[in-house]
T-cell receptor, first 113, second 114 residues
Framework: GAGVSQTPSNKVTEKGKYVELRCDPISGHTALYWYRQSLGQGPEFLIYFQGTGAADDSGLPNDRFFAVRPEGSVSTLKIQRTERGDSAVYLC???????????FGSGTRLTVV | AQTVTQSQPEMSVQEAETVTLSCTYDTSENNYYLFWYKQPPSRQMILVIRQEAYKQQNATENRFSVNFQKAAKSFSLKISDSQLGDTAMYFCAFMIVTGNQFYFGTGTSLTVIP
């Protein structure tokens, strides 16, 4: 597609539930990134994919968070046993050429009630 | 550790005037890139301007320019002839050349007043 698409745009879930957030990168972009932006903060790195593999998952806060990119295109961020502190905007970005070639999506606003 | 500090949570400027947003950062790395991103209510992060740390010349992009002081680890953004569409959150960020993640500041909310 023309840009990075993230669905859903907004998600409200109950504490303890499981959620999946989807990211559709720009076609042909091999690198894909997930960031979390809490209220009043800048985005914080979660995980980076190069192709199908997670090249760097050092930003994932705990084992409730997991992400996949099985075919090297669409990625899904999965959060188990959601907590109120998981409420944030989850941003996805993709890139083909590295620095300067990033395109961000409009994010998914997750609210855990 | 890599940190980015934006000390101005909110700023305002009259339309057509000039405003400068401040940013300082800390890193022990020597090779990195610096960025300013704009985030309107749509939430998408939009690249405003980029600076390579090895370049002494300050980057410019139309009405946007930076003042990069490497020794002081300072990277301010100047917006000239401010327009209503410039109203947004602005984030300063850097990335190590050999790295793969942005380090963002906490942002400055800019309001352009008609």
């Amino acid at each position: 597609g023309a840009g990075v698409s993230q669905t859903p745009s907004n998600k409200v879930t109950e504490k303890g539930k499981y959620v999946e957030l989807r990211c559709d990168p720009i076609s042909g972009h091999t690198a894909l990134y997930w960031y979390r932006q809490s209220l009043g903060q800048g985005p914080e790195f979660l995980i980076y994919f190069q192709g199908t593999g997670a090249a760097d998952d050092s930003g994932l806060p705990n084992d409730r968070f997991f992400a996949v990119r099985p075919e090297g295109s669409v990625s899904t961020l999965k959060i188990q046993r959601t907590e109120r502190g998981d409420s944030a905007v989850y941003l996805c970005a993709s890139s083909s050429t590295g620095v300067g070639g990033y395109t961000f999506g409009s994010g998914t606003r997750l609210t855990v009630v | 550790a890599q940190t980015v500090t934006q000390s101005q949570p909110e700023m305002s400027v009259q339309e057509a005037e000039t405003v400068t947003l401040s940013c300082t950062y800390d890193t022990s790395e020597n090779n990195y890139y610096l960025f300013w991103y704009k985030q309107p209510p749509s939430r998408q992060m939009i690249l405003v301007i980029r600076q390579e740390a090895y370049k002494q010349q300050n980057a410019t992009e139309n009405r946007f320019s930076v003042n990069f002081q490497k020794a002081a680890k300072s990277f301010s953004l100047k917006i000239s002839d401010s327009q209503l569409g410039d109203t947004a959150m602005y984030f300063c960020a850097f990335m190590i050349v050999t790295g793969n993640q942005f380090y963002f500041g906490t942002g400055t909310s800019l309001t352009v007043i008609p």
